[in-house]
């Protein structure tokens, strides 16, 4: 069973809007990742957040952690059509090792 | 994409026959998975390998079976190819376990008619 679930499903805004996503979880997890899919490519690695951490930046990315919540965001600020892609929330747990569970992934379109 | 390859890269193939994926990776990475992606299901875990001849069972390995002879090869093999195996198989590597970025190759796109 999937244990990220990405919100929303498909998102389009204004190049220099602001677009936020949002992954839900079901089980404690150690880490989440995000990760952009160009159209046709592999998945990128985006940012790493620890369960310990709440916030953290890269550049025009910005991720919250809310625990209590089992609950995700990724703020993409002042966004360009080159951040056209699908987004992906990925966690791992206590017993999962090596492995990442996916959520469906977040759609965005940044129209010129 | 990080050193890896993926080969082929499209195939069309009929039902019942098998179908062998390989994975090709430069950067002596110890861990590579194998994921499928498809519409409403994201990606899942196929099978995944911890060193060479060490692999073990993702979340929808029936049907699949790998091998890894050397920490470079990771091959992925449908004895029995179905149509509910078309799909998009996407590998990845990482350096170490977790908690740890994983590197994606192109993916191979697989009809099984």
């Known amino acids: 069973s999937q244990q990220g679930e990405e919100d929303p499903q498909a998102l389009s805004i204004q190049e220099g809007e602001n677009a936020t996503m949002n992954c839900s979880y079901k089980?404690?997890?150690?880490?989440l990742q995000w990760y952009r899919q160009n159209s046709g490519r592999g998945l990128v690695h985006l940012i790493l957040?620890?369960?310990?951490?709440r916030e953290k930046h890269s550049g025009r990315l910005r991720v919250t952690l809310d625990t209590s919540k089992k609950s995700s965001s990724l703020l993409i600020t002042a966004s360009r059509a080159a951040d056209t892609a699908s987004y992906f929330c990925?966690?791992?747990?206590?017993?999962?090792?090596?492995?990442?569970?996916f959520g469906e992934g977040t759609q965005l379109t940044v129209n010129p | 994409d990080a050193g890896i390859t993926q080969s082929p890269r499209h195939k069309v193939t009929e039902t019942g026959t098998p179908v062998t994926l390989r994975c090709h990776q430069t950067?002596?990475?110890?861990?590579m998975y194998w994921y499928r992606q498809d519409p409403g299901h994201g990606l899942r875990l196929i099978h995944y390998?911890?060193?060479?001849?060490?692999?073990d069972k993702g979340e929808v390995s029936d049907g699949y079976s790998v091998s890894r002879s050397k920490t470079e090869d990771f091959l992925l093999t449908l004895e029995s190819a179905t149509s509910s195996q078309t799909s998009v198989y996407f590998c990845?590597?990482?350096?170490?376990?977790?908690?740890?970025?994983?590197?994606f190759g192109p993916g191979t796109r697989l009809t099984v008619l």
């Open positions: 950067e002596n990475h110890r861990y």
């Open positions: 957040i620890r369960s310990n951490e």
């Open positions: 990925a966690t791992d747990g206590e017993t999962s090792g090596s492995r990442l569970t």
């Open positions: 990845a590597i990482s350096e170490s376990g977790r908690p740890d970025t994983q590197y």
């Open positions: 089980t404690s997890i150690n880490n």
């Open positions: 390998s911890y060193g060479v001849k060490d692999t």
